[in-house]
């Protein structure tokens, strides 16, 4: 359905929706800052069936942290089963349930089934599960600690719409500000490791530490995740090595190889000796 959202909203019935997907123009335009309300959003969740999805886009450019906050804050007043992705340098992007979420999603299916799709997802660089998870950076307590301070945005109250008015172009939220923002919180939770089979869980860690890129205080926080979960102890000492190779501590991480004999961690292993893989 393509059409003003809160106007076709009205006209729906309730729980008549699988899933909303709200792309609208830029918060600060007179308009748009009415679809990042608690009164829009209280609308989609009327609309949607239990189960059913939301998806929102938040631009990076010519915003600030605080307008992230107050979004945030405002969409878990309606939807505590949001979460937080940060798909490119550009965009954030929540996906929020009604009702509870989970993150074992049937992407390799969805492939399989949907060539378009694949191709989509192929385009920005995600090929399989671990891919898209990688790109997870926030949920339950963490997205909620991370929101505490926001304010919530109302209908007659639009801040985004007035604030965001006095960013300049060219200016955004940074890479750095975001790392910052979210270094004492866990990319995800046990509970949603949990989630997943150990396979995908060694893959999830070793793209973040690919999509890290050697930056420490992302390093930290991939390794807090990791100290809160209860995953296998093959699977830890795997990732264990990974996060000693991304610090640059090599023996380290053939020590923390050692301790799996996982394939993974027996070619990680012959890699950083310079062995043949038996």
């Known amino acids: 359905i393509i059409d003003d959202a809160r106007a076709r909203l009205t006209l729906l019935p ?88 989970r993150l074992d999603s049937p992407l390799p299916e969805r492939f399989e089934e949907t060539e378009a799709l694949r191709a989509s997802f192929e385009s920005v660089g995600i090929g399989a599960l671990p891919e898209l ?62 989630a997943l089979e150990a396979e995908t869980i060694r893959s999830l860690f070793r793209a973040k530490i690919e999509r890290a890129a050697y930056n420490q205080k992302e390093i930290d926080r991939i390794e807090l995740t990791l100290s809160e979960s209860t995953i296998d102890a093959e699977s830890r000492a795997y990732i264990e090595g990974a996060i000693a190779e991304a610090r640059g501590l090599l023996d380290d991480a053939v020590k923390a190889y050692h301790r799996s004999d996982l394939i993974e961690a027996r070619a990680a292993r012959a890699r950083i000796k310079g062995d043949t893989l038996p």
Do not use: C
């Open 14 to 101: 309730e729980g008549s929706l699988d899933a909303v997907v709200s792309q609208p123009s830029h918060p600060w335009l007179a308009g748009s800052s009415a679809l990042y309300t608690l009164e829009f959003f209280r609308q989609v969740a009327s609309r949607l069936r239990d189960g059913g999805v939301f998806s929102l886009w938040l631009n990076r450019f010519r915003i600030d942290l605080a307008a992230i906050r107050d979004v945030t804050r405002t969409l878990l007043e309606v939807f505590p089963s949001a979460r937080l992705f940060i798909m490119n340098d550009e965009s954030v992007l929540f996906i929020a349930t009604k009702g509870a979420s």
């Open 133 to 194: 998870l990688a790109r997870h950076e926030l949920s339950g307590d963490g997205l909620r600690a991370f929101a505490e301070k926001g304010a919530i945005i109302l209908d007659d109250q639009p801040v985004l719409e007035l604030r965001l008015q006095r960013i300049r172009p060219g200016q955004g939220v940074s890479d750095r500000e975001i790392a910052d923002a979210f270094e004492s919180l866990p990319f995800m939770s046990a509970e949603d490791l949990n």
